[in-house]
């Protein structure tokens, strides 16, 4: 069974947000809109979205094997969050299977975790830390600002872009590529793909490891 629903919350109501899916795609954009406005359609039943001490939780999740079945049925089954520009304390989402796509987050800390599908994040700013892993599927970070990128993958192509403190990406199978100014320290593994890093400076300091490919390392 799936189910629909539509829900606003004023931006004075919280100060993080959590949100944890089974098999859903989902949207978080960042722009022009007083009220966070969340639309979600086809998600599990039995899905919710509401303010508890201070932090927006959203969770659409399956309560079994039977229900996982039934959602795999439902291609269409997704959540567009949109939100007012706010600096959250912290971004939090956790994703079964289903590619994320987020644009415009601005948070002191965030975390972000998927088992299967692809992540899509364009213009975020952490100022803190933000910690990606996923299971299978490719991840594309572009114009990201902040502190430090922890990135961990199993099988995917890992491409980032922007201005960091420290760079740590992890890969089990996959290229990892990354354009931009880090100021710190670089930390790249691999274990099958190439890596190519273009960096805008020299950060602090350097390290690269692959079992199978090469790497590139360009100063411009």
């Not at 954009?29 to 086809?42: E, I, P, Q």
């Not at 274990?191 to 692959?210: A, F």
């Amino acid at each position: 069974m799936s189910m629909s629903f539509e829900k606003d919350f004023l931006p004075e109501e919280f100060t993080a947000l959590k949100l944890t899916s089974s098999f859903v795609n989902v949207t978080v954009a960042c722009g022009d809109s007083k009220t966070a406005h969340l639309v979600c359609s086809n998600v599990p039943e039995g899905s919710f979205a509401e303010i508890q001490e201070g932090v927006l939780v959203i969770e659409m999740k399956d309560k079994g094997l039977l229900d996982r079945l039934k959602q795999l049925a439902v291609v269409d089954a997704k959540c567009r969050l949109e939100l007012p520009e706010k600096m959250l304390e912290s971004f939090t989402e956790i994703t079964g299977a289903g590619n994320s796509d987020l644009e415009g987050i601005c948070c002191a800390n965030a975390e972000i975790r998927s088992g299967a599908g692809n992540i899509v994040i364009n213009g975020m700013t952490v100022k803190e830390s933000i910690t990606l892993e996923t299971g299978a599927g490719n991840t594309d970070i572009t114009e990201i600002k902040g502190g430090s990128l922890r990135s961990k993958s199993g099988a995917g192509n890992v491409s980032v872009a922007g201005e960091l403190e420290a760079l740590a990406v992890k890969s089990g199978t996959g290229n990892v590529n990354f354009e931009g100014n880090v100021y710190g320290e670089v930390k790249v593994e691999g274990g099958i793909g190439n890596t190519t890093l273009t960096l805008h400076g020299k950060p602090e300091s350097i390290s690269t490891h692959t079992g199978i490919g090469k790497v590139d390392v360009n100063y411009i």
